[in-house]
């Protein structure tokens, strides 16, 4: 199957940038065009179920705030003359969220994902931004940058600064060794309780594949396509995945619990590869605390860091929610398929 980045990169050379080329002459080199945000179009994972909503080529334009006033206008002049069609595809204009065919200023496009406009200046700045939104502005392909700012910002934004990838390695340490970990799963299967020891285990799963995306220092996607673009990393996930898959077969939970204990030594062998922390030796079950083997990891990555980032939490709650509920109800899909009630 042809992906949806695939077709959106013929559309821009094809259609879209001749366009743009003609009727921006002076002012083209202003430009920015690139096939980003949110879809998994972007990261080329889109397949037949994809293609029920906002789906199609897609391209964002983009120019300097300093630059607003005279190409803007030029700009969605020229996206109002695009092809309704191209090839046998629809081809939607700024149907929102960013999506499909549409122009912003590179300035709030950052702003938007982001939550600020500002590249974070210190470490406490990039605890502030949520990793699922990074991943959404960093990902995707550039075109064309003539002023080369999205391409600058991209690079900066590209991952953690050392110190902030260190602390999120000791913070999700501590989720996959205490809170959301074996010792609770292990505890409530105790007590019989089933659908709780789901949740744990959903959780630990989660915790462990964004731990290994953050051994390998690349910012995790959210919920969706994580397990499939965990499966592509080039490290440690040939370890954790048949871990993980022989836990998610395992009826028994006291058998879940010790294969996800297996699992946290391969993140500590991992960290003790990386330098960040000694070897920790394998030490015997206790059935009361169960695991503890990444708390000593953690305590020694905490022992090393500023003493600033020691107590801040990173920020989880993911921008790309709400402007999820702004499209819910977008009349370029919601209402063409029927979803919606006439008073």
């Known amino acids: 199957m042809t992906t949806g980045l695939a077709i959106s990169q013929e559309f821009v050379s094809g259609t879209l940038m001749p366009l743009l080329q003609q009727e921006l002459a002076d002012d083209f080199d202003r430009l920015a065009i690139a096939i980003v945000g949110t879809g ?49 595809y629809d081809v939607q204009i700024d149907i929102g969220n960013l999506t499909g065919v549409c122009c912003c200023q590179i300035e709030d496009f950052f702003g938007r994902f982001l939550g600020t406009e500002q590249l974070p200046a210190s470490d406490l700045d990039w605890v502030r931004l949520c990793e699922v939104d990074l991943f959404h502005v960093t990902a995707g392909t550039i075109v064309y940058d003539g002023p080369g700012e999205l391409t600058r910002r991209c690079d900066y934004l590209a991952y953690y600064p050392d110190a902030v990838w260190r602390k999120r390695l000791a913070d999700w340490c501590m989720y996959v060794t205490g809170r959301e970990a074996p010792y609770n799963l292990h505890r409530v299967a105790k007590r019989n309780d089933d659908l709780t020891c789901t949740i744990y285990f959903g959780l630990c799963i989660k915790r462990l594949m964004e731990l290994c995306f953050t051994l390998n220092r690349r910012y995790a996607p959210y919920t969706k396509w994580l397990n499939r673009l965990f499966r592509n990393l080039p490290n440690y996930a040939d370890q954790l995945a048949p871990m993980i898959d022989a836990a998610v077969a395992e009826p028994a939970w006291n058998k879940k619990v010790q294969l996800l204990i297996d699992a946290n030594y391969v993140i500590a062998d991992a960290l003790a590869d990386l330098q960040l922390c000694p070897a920790l030796p394998r030490r015997k079950f206790d059935d009361s605390l169960t695991d503890l083997s990444l708390y000593d990891a953690a305590a020694h990555i905490y022992s090393q860091l500023p003493e600033e980032l020691f107590s801040p939490s990173f920020n989880q709650v993911e921008l790309w929610e709400k402007m999820a509920r702004e499209v819910l109800f977008d009349s370029n899909d919601y209402i063409k398929n029927g979803h919606h009630r006439k008073a």
């Open 40 to 88: 998994s179009d972007v990261l080329g994972l889109d397949d037949e179920i994809s293609r029920d909503h906002h789906w199609g080529p897609r391209a964002n334009v983009m120019y300097l705030r300093a630059d607003a006033p005279r190409v803007a206008d030029q700009v969605r002049a020229v996206l109002s003359k695009v092809p309704p069609k191209f090839g046998q």
